[in-house]
């Protein structure tokens, strides 16, 4: 109800100084502007009101591409075939698996060779 009445209020102070702008511009003679158009208070609660936050994209991160490499594979994947399929360098393919391995969402089959958990 606060938002509501704050925003009359608002509503109010602007309609008086673009009436204050109008009588300026009319005495230094570059009246030029059309009349503002007067804009209801509810009209302007309402629109805040119902207004939806933007939906942000989600952004698909490096880990992210290196599941879902290991996800598609069933027998396993192992280090060079990341490297090759993502292009990343050895030592950023051994920190996600490790990291992705300590989360539990992936686990070693064999020695070098990952699957992801199901």
Known sequence: MTIIKDLQTISKELTKLVKQTEKLAA????????????????????AVITRKAPVKATKITDTDKLLAIINRSKKGVDTAVLMKKTGFDQKKVRNMLNRTYKQGKITRVAKGIYVGVK
């Open 27 to 46: 005495a230094l003679g570059k009246a030029k502007m059309p009349p503002a158009k007067s804009v209801k208070p509810k009209t302007i609660a309402k």
